[in-house]
């Protein structure tokens, strides 16, 4: 099994401009979601998906856009890029567990730099 | 929500035990607690869970204060591959959603 797969690893953008953060998982987990991680800070929720179809807001979702169309798939969308979307992103899958107590796996990060 | 205190760092010789402390003091009655660690360059991993007895797995041991307030992730053995950081991470009920502080970053020495 490959987990978490997220592509591309690096990116530069320029402000302005445009992308979308690509994150796979074949694990058939319901549960999708989106960190981001600043220098010397722990990670921030963006967005999450409890599955196909349903996606909400996490703690920092302004500048960024999501969906979810299949179970596998849950991209990230950057419309407009400011210099303050660079960090370090990463993307999360588990089974959904309304107790809590699932585990997840984190896929191994996109480091995006805006100019 | 529950929050989390832990000490921003820890040293360690290698092939010592360490202990990583937590406290949650907030924390509800049915809230588990979750460890994940962070190494270098990589994204998190999970360690262990717990929600009120000790808990061992092959990686880590989780000690839980009687009254839930604090909790004691343990590292038999330190290796060169357990420095990281260590976030101690007590999920809102319900919900798969993490909250993350800024953990302990653990130093191994050899």
């Known amino acids: 099994n490959a987990g978490v797969t997220q592509t591309p690893k690096f990116q530069v953008l320029k402000t302005g401009q445009s992308m979308t953060l690509q994150c796979a998982q074949d694990?058939?987990?319901?549960?999708m979601s989106w960190y981001r991680q600043d220098p010397g800070m722990g990670l921030r929720l963006i967005h999450y998906s409890v599955g196909a179809g349903i996606t909400d807001q996490g703690e920092v979702p302004n500048g960024y856009n999501v969906s979810r169309s299949t179970t596998e798939d849950f991209p990230l969308r950057l419309l407009s890029a400011a210099p303050s979307q660079t960090s370090v992103y990463f993307c999360?899958?588990?089974?959904?567990?309304?107790?809590?107590?699932?585990?997840?796996?984190f896929g191994q990060g996109t480091r995006l730099t805006v100019v | 929500d529950a929050k989390t205190t832990q000490p921003n760092s820890m040293e360690s010789n290698e092939e010592e035990p360490v202990h990583l402390p937590c406290n949650h003091s907030t924390i509800s009655g049915t809230d588990y607690i979750h460890w994940y660690r962070q190494l270098p360059s990589q994204g998190p991993e999970y360690v262990i869970h717990?929600?009120?007895s000790n808990v061992n797995n092959r990686m880590a041991s989780l000690a839980i204060a009687e009254d839930r307030k604090s909790s004691t992730l343990i590292l038999h053995r330190a290796t060169l591959r357990d420095a990281a950081v260590y976030y101690c991470?007590?999920?809102?009920?319900?919900?798969?959603?993490?909250?993350f502080g800024t953990g302990t970053r653990l130093t191994v020495i050899p």
């Open positions: 694990m058939n987990h319901e549960y």
């Open positions: 717990g929600l009120t």
């Open positions: 999360a899958s588990s089974f959904f567990d309304p107790g809590g107590v699932t585990e997840a796996f």
């Open positions: 991470i007590p999920p809102k009920t319900g919900a798969n959603n993490l909250f």
